[in-house]
């Protein structure tokens, strides 16, 4: 069931988290270059439009999480792993970005592509 307006509070009171206790493998590891699709979906997705299609380095994987794409939908919970991926500041806006800057993006399974070669890039 999707979480309505009027549960905000008493979730966000309780600290209530949609990670899952289910057997799923990650696609990615650490370190591994991935790119984030571009996905244009009629409604939700948690990809936001300036990492689409852009490669970043995975960070961190947080585990196992219900995917807020298809709960957004009332398509079921479709449980995978959640990334922290970071980009280079200038990959995402150019020339205009500080060298040393980077951004990170908490990304699903189903948000990302693995980069296979350096011709993926």
Not at 23 to 35: L, M
Not at 91 to 120: K, Q, Y
Request: glycine share 8%; net charge negative.
């Amino acid at each position: 069931m999707p979480v309505t307006k009027e549960m905000v509070p008493g979730v966000l009171a309780t600290g209530a988290s949609e990670r899952v206790d289910q057997p799923v493998a990650p696609k990615f590891s650490v370190g591994q270059r991935v790119r984030a699709r571009n996905l244009n979906p009629a409604g939700h997705t948690r990809v936001t439009q300036y990492v689409k299609g852009k490669v970043g380095t995975v960070e961190a994987d947080y585990g196992v999480f219900i995917f807020p794409d298809t709960m957004a939908h009332c398509n079921g919970p479709a449980p995978q792993h959640v990334y922290n991926v970071s980009f280079a500041a200038e990959d995402l806006w150019g020339s205009v970005a500080n060298v040393n800057s980077t951004l990170r993006i908490d990304l699903w399974d189903d948000h990302l592509d693995a980069v296979s070669n350096e011709d993926d890039l």
